[in-house]
C-alpha cells in the first residue's frame, strides 16, 4: 500500500529528540507499507531528503506556510493519485491540508488527533472558539477513518461532532517498556515521601495545584519532596519557582527540567509516587511509563487514566489539594505493582504498529466521501 504522510516536525535532529513510539511506528509501517513521510514544520536542517536514525523523510523546511504548501504541490503533482491513502497527522496543524490533498487526489483520508486539537479547555486547546470548531467538523467529515490516542480522546470526539463517533478508532502510540526499572520500594511511615511528575509547566497542566497539593501534604507533618520533571520556556520556570518561594517549599518542590527520555525512564524507580494533575492528555505516555515502573498513581481522568483506573490506579475527575493529598496518602499502602505484562499487551510498539496497520488499510479500502 502506498500511503502520503503529512505532519508537522515531529523530531529535532539538534537535540536528537523525537515524538515518542512515533518514529518507531513510521519504521515498523515502512517495512511493510510504502510511506511517503512530509513533515510541514521542520528544524534547522532545511528543505529536502532527510534521515533520523533509520528513517527517511522529506522536510519540507523554513519559510512561510503557503511556501512550503506550494513546495509540497511540486513534490506531489505527477503522482499524488498513485497514493491509496493519505494520513494527516496533529489535524489542527497537517490536517487542512491533508483534507484539500484528498479532494485533489480523491483518495481516502484518515487524520490521527495527537495532541490538543481537540481540547477546548481555557487557554489550550484547537476547539475553543465556534470557528475552530466548525473548521474540525469540515475535517472530521472529510475523514475516512479517524484514530486517537485514548478512550478520552473518543469522548472528545463524540462532543465535538457526535456522527464522526462510528468511523473513530482508539489507536494509542507504542512504547518500550520492558526496560523500565520496577520502583524499588514501599513508602515507610516516617521517611521522606518521594513524589514526581511529569509535565510541563502550561496552564492546563495546573502546575500551582501540584504545589497545593505539597502544601497540603506538608501541613499534614509529612515530609514531602516533588521533582516535576519536563519542559517550560521562561516565564513559565520563572512563574512556577515564584509560586513556590511564596509558599515557602522551596525544599519540598524542584523543577528538574527536561531530560532525555531514557534517563527519566531510569528514575521512577526512586519515586514513591506519581501525580498527574493535568486538564487534558491525549494519551499521557508518562503515566504509561509510571505504571510499568509500578508506581502508585494518583491523576486526573485524562488520556489513558480510565485505563489504568481498572488496574488499580487512582483516577479522579476533579482533584483538589486536600483530596489529592488523601489519595496519595491512602495508595502508598499499596507499594510498587507490576502491571508490564497487562500494559505491553496494550501500549507495546508492536501491538500499536499492529493496530495501525489495521487502520490503514481499514481506511484505504473505504470509499472517499
Known sequence: MKVLVLTPGFVDTKR??????LVELFSQLKSKHQ??????????????????QELSYYSLGEGSKAGRVF?????????????????????????????????????????????????AQTGYGGARKPLARLQLRGLLSLASRITVGSETGLEQVQALWS??????????????????????AKHRPGEQ???????NLQAVKQPELLIEIVQDLKNRGVLVRLDVFGAAWAEQE?????????????????????IEPAQLKARYQHYHCFLHASLHESQ???????????????????????FLGRLGCVVENYLSPQGAAEKILSVLNRGPQDY??????????????????????????????
Open 16 to 21: 536528537g529528540w523525537s515524538v515518542p513510539g
Open 35 to 52: 510511506l511517503d513521510i512530509y513533515s510541514l514544520r521542520s528544524p534547522p536542517e532545511g528543505r529536502g531528503p532527510q534521515n533520523y
Open 71 to 119: 513546495h509540497l504541490g511540486q513534490q506531489l503533482s505527477s503522482r499524488i493519485r498513485q497514493y491509496d491513502l493519505i494520513w494527516g497527522l496533529w489535524i489542527d496543524r497537517a490536517g487542512g491540508l491533508s483534507a484539500l490533498t484528498r479532494i485533489l487526489s480523491r483518495k481516502p483520508l484518515l487524520l490521527s488527533v495527537m495532541a490538543g486539537e481537540l481540547a
Open 163 to 184: 456522527l464522526a463517533r462510528t468511523k473513530t478508532r482508539v489507536c494509542p502510540l507504542g512504547l518500550e517498556l520492558s526496560q523500565i526499572p520496577l520502583a524499588a
Open 193 to 199: 515521601l518521594k513524589i514526581v511528575a511529569v509535565s
Open 238 to 258: 520563572a512563574a512556577f519557582h515564584q509560586a513556590i518561594e511564596l509558599r515557602g517549599l522551596s525544599e519540598e518542590v524542584c523543577y528538574r527540567g527536561f
Open 284 to 306: 499521557g505516555l508518562g503515566l504509561i511509563e509510571a505504571a510499568a515502573a509500578g508506581l502508585p498513581l494518583v491523576t486526573t481522568k485524562v488520556g489513558v487514566a480510565p
Open 340 to 369: 508490564k505484562k497487562k500494559l505491553a499487551r496494550h501500549f507495546s510498539p508492536d501491538a500499536s504498529a499492529g493496530r495501525f496497520e489495521r487502520i490503514l488499510k481499514e481506511a484505504a479500502s473505504c470509499v472517499s466521501p
